[in-house]
């Protein structure tokens, strides 16, 4: 499979419980970025990756909300002492990282419900 | 900082042509791009507009005029299976991060 993976595909937690989720992007893209969807709403961009660096953050996220990509590889987002309003779809994509306006591949995602 | 505004749903009948429009209005940005979300599924890219003018891909055409802060997308030939969620993004020079619109939900009928 050559596609973004993302684990689990859902994850049901109670409020103030911490939740970590992982990416695996195409091998060969150096960009990764996180996104949150809500129903009917579009993606909203939460945080970027070229390569190891974080490079990007959305200034609505949460000190709550962290996220690594230790190697360059995979990456993880944490969410710590969840809320209700975190109960969202996290969407993880890639890209080659050769220009502007790059073409993302997406993830399944994981459907995050707290409880 | 960047708004875009997409109609929130749109119904057509199988065969027919419709045309999804997207305007914006940003400080500056590379170019736009559309994306298809099937209900349950993940975003998949359709087309990106970095000039003025059509790009045509198959049964899918987009459209760009920064002049006016405007973009469709046109889809001919309409089968069931477009019936999805489509959403116009722009990555703004800003930054890295590719900004969506909240999406248009297109119904095709029999």
């Known amino acids: 499979d050559t596609g973004v993976s993302q684990d689990p595909r859902h994850k049901i937690t109670k409020r103030g419980q911490n939740v970590t989720f992982r990416c695996d992007p195409i091998s060969e893209h150096n960009r990764l970025y996180w996104y949150r969807q809500t129903l009917g709403q579009g993606p909203e961009f939460l945080t970027y990756?070229?390569?190891?660096?974080?490079?990007?953050k959305s200034r609505l996220l949460s000190d709550r909300f962290s996220a690594e990509r230790p190697k360059g590889s995979f990456s993880t987002l944490e969410i710590q002492r969840t809320e209700q309003g975190d109960s969202a779809m996290y969407l993880c994509?890639?890209?080659?990282?050769?220009?502007?306006?790059?073409?993302?591949?997406f993830g399944s995602g994981t459907q995050l419900s707290v409880l | 900082g960047q708004s875009l505004e997409q109609p929130s749903e749109v119904t057509a009948v199988e065969g027919a042509i419709v045309q999804i429009n997207c305007t914006y209005q940003t400080s500056g940005f590379y170019g736009l791009s559309w994306y298809q979300q099937h209900d349950g599924g993940a975003p998949t890219f359709l087309s990106y507009?970095?000039?003025?003018g059509l790009e045509e891909t198959g049964r899918f055409s987009s459209f760009l005029s920064r002049s006016d802060s405007y973009g469709y997308l046109l889809l001919q030939e309409l089968q069931m299976k477009d019936s999805a969620s489509y959403f116009c993004?722009?990555?703004?020079?800003?930054?890295?991060?590719?900004?969506f619109g909240k999406g248009t939900s297109l119904l095709v009928t029999p």
């Open positions: 507009n970095a000039l003025d």
């Open positions: 994509a890639s890209s080659l990282g050769t220009g502007s306006n790059e073409k993302l591949f």
């Open positions: 993004a722009v990555q703004l020079n800003s930054g890295y991060a590719l900004n």
């Open positions: 990756f070229q390569n190891e660096a974080q490079l990007e």
